[in-house]
């Protein structure tokens, strides 16, 4: 029996679809690479990753800019994804001082400053006005409220009850973590998912990797397909170990959500 013909695929073709993904992606005009690195950047990264429909536009920004913060990319590059969301109307300004906010938590003060800083930057070489962000906490409040809506929060988060808040590092999560941090309105819970995965894939920590990449899809944040082009998405600034890792996490966590089984049942 004859074969079907072979389709081949045009190298040019890619090339310019790299071009226009990246000019979009960035929010400028995409330079002709110059090296063989910046070649795989157009050709791979932007053209045959951000091009994929497996996972929105909103999340794929939120999960580059914060890994690009964290994964030692330089600032300019911080900055491109910034421009690029905002271009886009991906993200607004004061949803990325949430993002920058939620990324310290995740992923320390200090790479939550980086990705501050770019916002700070791309807004002001965009002329754009401060944005109006409601501060931490606004008026008095009482400790076992905090306490308690920490403790409310952290359970519907994260789909199991939490422990006794017995360290000071405990009682910080129930109390800013969960009691202030997430409880934000001013970016949307599935968006600080994608932050949250960021962090935990980044820290190598197994218990946070396995409860929230599990925490993600059982609250119905994240869908599992989206959780495996989260996996390639990250590869792409933390590399192909740690993202190997991460893959066999998702999909092991896919299953046991599907069983309806805890993340460490």
Known sequence: ??????????????????????????????????????????????????????LPR????LVAMTSAATCGLADGQVEDFVRGALATGALTLAELREAALHLAVYSGWGNGGRLDRAATRVAEALGLPPAEVPPIRAESWDAQERNDQGHAEFAKVMTFPPGPPNSPYLVGINTFVFGEMWRRRGLDEPSRRWITLVGVCESGADIPIRSHIHAAMASGNCQPEEMLEFVLQYGTHAGWPKASRINAVVIEMIAKVEKGLPWNG
């Open 1 to 54: 029996m004859d074969q079907p013909p072979v389709t081949l695929l045009d190298p040019a073709a890619r090339s310019t679809a790299g071009l226009a993904a990246q000019a979009e992606v960035t929010g400028r005009e995409a330079p002709a690479p110059a090296t063989l690195l910046e070649e795989s950047w157009r050709d791979f990264v932007f053209a045959e990753v951000w091009t994929r429909p497996g």
């Open 58 to 61: 909103r999340a794929r920004f």
